[in-house]
């Protein structure tokens, strides 16, 4: 016997023993690190969700329940951890809504990885599972799906209210979904019209009052007061609005020089022909019937002098200077005018006409309102009040959120129901297909089916219920056909959840399923973190 196997030496080329123990140790690094990163926002989910309190260095506080938020300010280093910060932010910007959930659904799929990694079953062969997984649940979440008319604006509301009602702000609900709604099918093009761009919705915060006092204006905010110098004019009927970008104050040589004055004369002479060069600026500009100046900040000089704004309020003028330079592209797209760079260019066809510019007050400070804009571009502005700054700021981001829910149904026009009843569905639909597959493959969609169950069960946990019977409930309902079963987390107990007016975009959560499939496949495959100074 021994000299048999004396005989059959091992061949090095053919086995070898490969020590896997690393590649093991840093998959399993990677996945409890970015576990880790989903159990931090998994609190936050849903409308029973906890809010967090994020302090920075620099003494600034912000409280929110947005995920790609509480994500954005973490400051997260290990890699594999960064990645579901970008998975999140990658959903605001394909859904705007479902950060959240995103990364709470990556958290979940994760941990089975890992449970499937200890049983041996290969990274590509879980990797391959789950894609085919993600691919069938987007066309079970789209069977699924209601399709929705742009001209049902009932619906559009419901689902810009679920979308509010899990934020901070979530008592505002009623107020701000119609908000949210009626800006996004104003600035929709007739010619584009599965094209929504949300720059064409400006949010102007402006601190005091509450968020009650919110409102959308059809026309123009400027945060800030009109020129009051001199005495100039602070409202004006039958506007002509022009936006200037060259400086009404006397020019400035091209090198850093000084001039010596020597007597009196010269200084008469230098003063005298300052005001002839403004006075003759500020002829031209009355001359075309311009009543309305909004004048762009400069960098290079005063852009307005205490003259120019004398002489601006003699010939009846009303100003609003410190205009920012990236506004100027959404006010002249507003107005219907064009940008005047050069006094030589300024002419009447170049104004903006409106019915109303006026100054009005508003808690300790002032803003300028341009309304009833003739020829209107398709844009809108709304005004966020709020009694402090923390307020204002989650309104504005709660309000970014629903803005993107209708975007997405402007987008793809479907609805599908909300409370955990998509996930639940999914879940028994792929549990059942599982079965149907062979080897490896069927095991790992089973998993995959499984992990889905977490927000419906975090939900439950969130409001406080109790998420196994919950979740157990919800599989008997699902189970005898009620797929739009969810849990009702103001009732505490599962009802229809289409009648309970809790919907939200088929978008939001096909994107939330294939972007974190996406992610998971990405952890899976790491093997080796290589540093590199």
Known sequence: MAAVTAAQPRSSKTESYVDNKRKEDIRQANINAARAVADAVRTSLGPKGMDKMISSANGEVIITNDGATILNKMEVLQPAAKMLVDLSKSQDAAAGDGTT??????????????????????????????????????????????????????????????????????????????????????????????????????????????VDDTELVKGLVFDKKASHAAGGPTRMENAKIAVIQFQISPPKTDIEQSIVVSDYTQMDRILKEERNYILGMI???????????????????????????????????????????????????????????????????????ADLVEEVSLGDGKIVKVTGIKDMGRTTTVLVRGSNQLVIDEAERSLHDALCVVRCLVNKRFLI????????????????????????????????????????????????????????????????????????????????????????????STSAITLATECVRLILKIDDIVNVR
């Open 101 to 210: 959930t995103v990364v709470v659904i990556a958290g979940a799929l994760l941990k089975q990885c890992l449970s499937l990694l200890t049983h041996g079953i290969h990274p590509t062969v879980i990797s391959d599972s789950l894609h085919k997984a993600s691919i069938k649940a987007v066309d079970v979440l789209t069977a699924m799906a209601v399709p929705l008319e742009l001209s049902d604006r009932e619906s559009l509301v419901k689902s810009a209210s679920t979308s509010l009602n899990s934020k901070v702000v979530s008592q505002y609900s009623t107020l701000l979904a119609p908000i949210a709604v009626d800006s996004v099918l104003f600035v929709v093009d007739p010619e584009k019209p599965d094209m929504v761009d949300l720059r064409d919705i400006k949010i102007v915060k402006k601190l005091g009052g509450t």
């Open 283 to 353: 002829k031209k500009i009355k001359a075309t019937g311009c009543n309305v100046l909004l004048i762009q900040k400069s960098i290079l000089r005063d852009a307005v002098t205490d003259l120019s704004l004398h002489y601006l309020a003699k010939a009846k003028i009303m100003v609003v200077k410190d205009v920012e330079r990236d506004e100027i592209e959404f006010i002249t797209k507003t107005l219907n005018c064009l940008p005047i760079a050069n006094i030589e260019h300024f002419r009447a066809e170049k104004l903006g006409h």
């Open 417 to 508: 129901a909300g409370g955990g009843a998509p996930e639940i569905e999914l879940s028994r639909q792929l549990g059942a297909w599982s079965k149907v597959l062979h080897g490896m493959e069927g095991y790992c969609v089973r998993s995959f089916a499984e992990a889905l169950e977490v927000i419906p069960y975090t939900l439950a946990e969130n409001a406080g219920l109790n998420p196994i019977a919950i979740v157990t409930e919800l599989r008997n309902r699902h189970a005898q056909g009620e797929i739009n079963a969810g849990i009702n987390v103001r009732k505490g107990q599962i009802t229809n959840i289409l009648e309970e007016n809790v919907v939200q975009p088929l978008l939001v």
